[in-house]
């Protein structure tokens, strides 16, 4: 029997070993190229409105003098014309006053999910600007804070049994799984979704703002904080209410997407490394170990990728000081390697300091000096099929060049549209020869307003940090 199975065994290995010669052979050069690193499959989760959408984090509290939903509205015909998609509003919900932080306390401290903070306006006001923003043809999610509620939630006192108690029976803050200790959000109380009747409070509290205010989905903080099984009874029932449902997971944990609950997870890890590149710490070519790992990791759906948003420029620094020279290098790679590109407010204005997160701390829009750089980047997004997100877009393949530790070269294609993307992700000028056939071909220069043509041994001369975008 054992001499049996192990002839067998080895006849389905040499059958299996057939069977990929035959698919090396016949697959198409990209395929090959990017052997060990599979391409993203589709997801349910990931609806069509979004496969070349982009996202913008409004922060209601620091965006206007008044920081009201009213105020607010007057940005979005701008917000439009430079080519935003969809709307992502920080909590919006009334924040509660026990054990506060600072004056105005953290947007994450809940004391009611089915109402809007006072300070903003009122639900009419809110429900004004969504109406306003579909208008205009984008989309609006909510950021939802499913992990914690302040102090001075009604669940505190109704409904004690739904929150994390030690052994002494009182209900703690948030405790980091992997130290056991608290996280130091003590201005908030840890929910327990060990119980039910949690679990069925919150999803409720989810379906109001897709069934009354007419929301298309949810950024959910602390994702990963929250059992998986929750968002396998929850997504269903959301999705139900909101067939195009858009749901984005802060964390990089691959059931998330894999199991097709969320259509986009943070890019942290890619965040973290465009960082570490851009202070020295880290080479360019780590960037095609990161693209193995992820498509190892995450089979489905796609990433967030940013170079900043709230967390990081309140706490680790806006992106200047982070990036330095290499900003606008970074923000290219960001939005055309893979994935969907974040823009946090004031991106567009140049927003160099880091905004206050518990006090008042008003944007200044008087003057938007990187607002055609992101409009060019969102408008080329939105007409090439190469860079759509996930599965709708095309791989990223990278391009061995003589300068890989310090240049990034990659093209993406998707039937007849191809983006090809040259990057110096270092300090020092540096002259890149083209010697792939894949490509050759004319092509639209993005930023330098011309045609450029490529052919094998083009050399293209790049100054420190620069970048080149070549479309067709």
Request: aromatic share 12%; proline share 5%.
């Amino acid at each position: 029997m054992k001499n049996n199975r192990a002839i067998w065994g080895r006849f389905l290995s040499l059958l299996l070993w057939a069977f990929s010669l035959a698919f090396w052979v016949s697959c198409k050069p990209e395929a090959r190229e990017a052997a060990g690193i599979p391409a993203l499959e589709p997801s349910t989760a990931a609806p069509a409105w979004a496969d070349n959408a982009n996202i913008y984090e409004v922060n209601i509290r620091q965006y206007t003098p008044e920081g009201t939903f009213t105020a607010f509205a007057t940005h979005l015909p701008r917000l439009k014309a430079m080519g935003v998609d969809i709307l992502w509003f920080m909590p919006i919900f009334p924040v509660s006053v026990e054990r506060r932080k600072g004056t105005l306390g953290s947007y994450y401290a809940v004391s009611d999910f089915t109402a809007v903070n006072p300070e903003f306006g009122t639900m009419a006001d809110f429900r004004a600007v969504v109406d306003s923003a579909k208008q205009l043809g984008m989309r609006v999610i909510l950021d939802w804070v499913p992990n914690h509620t302040g102090w001075d939630h009604r669940w505190i006192t109704e409904h004690p049994d739904f929150y994390t108690r030690n052994d002494t029976g009182e209900i703690i803050d948030p405790i980091d799984p992997k130290t056991g200790k608290s996280w130091g959000w003590t201005d908030v109380a840890d929910l327990n979704y060990d119980n039910p009747e949690l679990r069925k409070a919150m999803t409720q509290d989810m379906l109001f703002w897709l069934r009354e205010v007419g929301v298309d989905g949810f950024r959910c903080d602390v994702a990963s904080e929250v059992p998986d099984d929750f968002w396998s009874e929850a997504v269903p029932q959301l999705r139900q209410a909101n067939p195009d449902l858009f749901m984005l997971a802060e964390a990089e944990h691959p059931p998330h997407r894999n199991l097709e609950w969320f259509a986009m997870s943070y890019g942290w890890s890619f965040h973290q490394l465009m960082n570490q590149i851009a202070q020295g710490e880290a080479k360019a070519s780590d960037i095609k170990t990161w693209l193995a790992k992820d498509r190892k990791d995450f089979r489905k759906g796609y990433a967030m990728q940013f170079i900043t948003n709230h967390d990081e420029n309140s706490w680790n620094g806006t992106e200047f000081e982070r990036m330095g020279e290499a900003v606008k290098a970074m923000a290219v790679l960001a939005f055309t390697f893979e994935g969907m590109p974040l823009i946090y407010s004031g991106q567009e204005a140049g927003l160099n300091r880091r905004l206050e997160f518990f006090e008042k701390d008003s944007i200044q829009w008087d003057n938007l000096p990187y607002e055609v750089f992101y409009r060019t980047l969102l408008d080329l997004k939105h007409r090439n099929k190469a860079l759509w997100n996930g599965a709708a877009g095309g791989e990223p393949i990278i391009i061995s060049t003589e300068h890989d530790d310090k240049t990034l070269v990659f093209f993406r294609e998707k039937e007849d549209n191809k983006v090809i993307v040259l990057l110096n992700l270092s300090p020092d000028p540096l002259d890149i020869v083209l010697k792939d056939k894949r490509l050759e071909g004319s092509y639209s220069n993005v930023f330098g307003n011309s045609s450029t043509a490529v052919t094998t041994g083009t050399s293209i001369h790049l100054s420190a940090w620069d970048y080149v975008i070549l479309s067709k």
